[in-house]
């Protein structure tokens, strides 16, 4: 075979395996930036999602106002299961909105959690009206809320951030906090 027959043999060969090469490359970079877009916008979602279901658990904080599912009263923790059951109505409305589809399988079960605490409560009450409960129940209750929010936290990559000075490059004398003074009997 002749030099130049072989020399063009491999160039297109070089051609072909370079023109698949990059092809594959381009796919995969393609690919990588449309997962990344839906991922941003599932974020989006997700994130707006947890900010209505936020709203919504306002009953169960500790200083809720009238809407509160408990309250603390001098002979002892108040169960409202009017409060409860519209919270309860409110959680299931909003689980099957659009927005109750991106919450997590781990924020659904400590949501569900939470609801069935607050059902379990109410079945021990009398008609409607508001009854004393445990401070087991109630502890009950805040543990669920408080991991309903942990979750939630959780999966949106918030944490209790705490920085020290120095993680922030500032030095303790460039900052605007002033020295103690060293004769302060003056």
């Excluded at 109750?100 to 021990?124: C, H, M, Q």
Aim: glycine letters at 6%.
């Amino acid at each position: 075979m002749k030099p130049e027959v072989s020399a063009g043999l491999i160039a297109f060969a070089s051609a072909v395996i370079t023109s698949i090469l990059a092809h594959w490359l381009m796919f995969r970079r393609l690919r990588r930036q449309f997962a990344e877009r839906y991922r941003t916008v599932y974020f989006e979602k997700q994130l707006a999602s947890y900010q209505k279901l936020w709203s919504l658990l306002k009953p169960t904080s500790l200083y809720p106002g009238e809407d509160a599912i408990i309250f603390e009263t001098d002979p002892g923790p108040q169960f409202d299961p009017a409060n409860a059951k519209a919270f309860c109505r409110a959680i299931t409305d909003f689980f099957f909105s659009e927005q109750g589809i991106f919450l997590s399988k781990d924020v659904r079960k400590a949501l569900f959690d939470l609801r069935g605490a607050l059902e379990e409560i109410g079945k021990t009450g009398s008609s409607g009206r508001r009854f004393t409960i445990s401070r087991n129940q109630v502890q009950l209750v805040r543990d669920s809320a408080a991991q309903l929010i942990t979750v939630m936290r959780n999966n949106l990559g918030l944490r209790n951030l705490k920085f020290k000075i120095e993680d922030l490059g500032v030095k303790r004398k460039d900052t605007w906090i002033p020295d103690p003074p060293k004769n302060p009997g003056c």
